[in-house]
């Protein structure tokens, strides 16, 4: 077997899923030299230090090392230092192996061959693979604008708190909206923390900001209609999203792929005081992603079992018709993002085993 089938065989070991398609081996084609590849075949989805490798590959660490270094300037492995050694590992397909390398830039004909085959790989089969995953691997976090206190508030649930735990903050590019086009709306909002951040600010991937830069990227997403969504666990976030309904690989599988599941709602709904509403719909037709409201003789009805919980609609309502209220039945996340990777591949499997 080729050692690029191979490496697609090793990134499908990964929870995320890597399905067998000829749009993937031309995208790894893309991001590891043939040279590489044999390397990155010796790598794991845990760091693994540059000595370790260079035995096992037979080469000098030397060697290993400044090959390695240039797959992970790429944005095609991951690369850490560990009790003061360089040590590298795998990246998924998300978030890794399509964010970061399109977040990169670059060469502009390797991007655009790379656009062009994530469009056609996740179309075809990335989709139908993320949909799988059950819990969902996205959360959506509500508009802060809209957040009350008039009900409990619970704190992975407040973007800007959770990103006030982490000890570094990342800002770069959509790489949904560079490889898609199909909106204006901004692109520098893609929010990375800690190890992530470190990794991505170090590799020119992104750049460190404050948290202060951070709650305006916030601000400034929620009014171009930007959806916050982070990784599906309580604990530490590993990223927060501003997704749109046309571009984005997640929101997409609600909006485009008919899976109503494909990203975890928030505990709100949208409540409409319809005595209140003046029919202007701009709830309805600018600001809400999932299409959660419809206008009905001049009234905004919200659809309980469509609406995500996003907020917004909320700011944008000229009469202030429009307030969050808790979900019932609620599903918490799972805490950490190892109980919650868990939870996906033992209900993938089952999901396969019905299909058999
Ligand atoms: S934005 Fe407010 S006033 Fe306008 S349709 Fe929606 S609920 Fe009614
Ligand atoms: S109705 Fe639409 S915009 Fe409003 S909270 Fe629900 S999903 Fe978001």
């Not at 050692?3 to 000829?22: F, M």
């Not at 009014?223 to 916050?228: Q, T």
């Not at 009805?301 to 039945?329: E, F, M």
Request: proline share 6%; aromatic share 6%; with cysteine.
């Amino acid at each position: 077997m080729h050692h690029y089938h191979k490496l697609q065989e090793l990134l499908n070991t990964h929870p995320v899923g890597a399905p067998k398609s000829e749009e993937f081996i031309e995208i790894l084609r893309l991001l590891f030299k043939p040279e590489e590849v044999e390397l990155a075949l010796l790598l794991d989805f845990k760091l693994k230090k540059a000595n370790e490798i260079a035995k096992q590959a037979g080469i000098s660490q030397e060697e290993v090392i400044q090959k390695l270094e240039a797959m992970a300037d790429r944005g095609a492995i991951l690369a850490k230092i560990v009790e003061g050694e360089p040590a590298y590992a795998l990246l998924p397909n998300y978030p890794g192996l399509f964010e970061y390398p399109i977040m990169k830039g670059g060469d502009s004909d390797t991007q655009a061959k790379l656009a062009k085959l994530w469009q056609a790989y996740y179309m075809k089969h990335m989709a139908a693979e993320l949909s799988l995953a059950n819990p969902p691997w996205l959360r959506v976090l509500p508009a802060e604008e809209a957040l009350t206190e008039d009900f409990e508030i619970l704190p992975f649930e407040v973007a800007s708190q959770m990103m006030a735990k982490a000890k570094k903050i990342a800002l770069g590019n959509c790489p949904c909206r560079i490889t898609e086009k199909k909106c204006q709306r901004p692109i520098d909002v893609c929010l990375s923390f800690d190890g992530a951040a470190d990794f991505m600010a170090e590799r020119g991937i992104a750049r460190e900001i404050s948290l202060d830069e951070a709650k305006e990227v916030l601000t400034r997403a929620e009014e171009s209609g930007l959806v916050h969504t982070g990784s599906n666990n309580q604990n530490n976030l590993l990223f927060i999203c501003n997704c749109c309904p046309c571009c984005c690989h997640m929101l997409r599988l609600i909006t485009e792929h008919n899976n109503p599941n494909g990203l975890a709602k928030s505990s709100y709904l949208a409540k409409i005081y319809t005595s209140e509403c003046i029919g202007c719909g701009i709830c309805a037709e600018e600001r809400c992603p999932v299409k959660a409201i419809e206008m009905k003789e001049d009234i905004a009805i919200p659809n309980n079992d469509k609406c995500i919980g996003c907020g917004l609609c909320v700011s944008k309502c000229p009469t202030n018709a429009i307030s969050l209220i808790k979900r019932n039945n609620y599903e918490f996340p799972p805490e950490t993002v190892k109980e919650l990777s868990n939870r996906v591949v033992k209900n993938k499997e089952i999901k396969r085993n019905k299909k058999k």
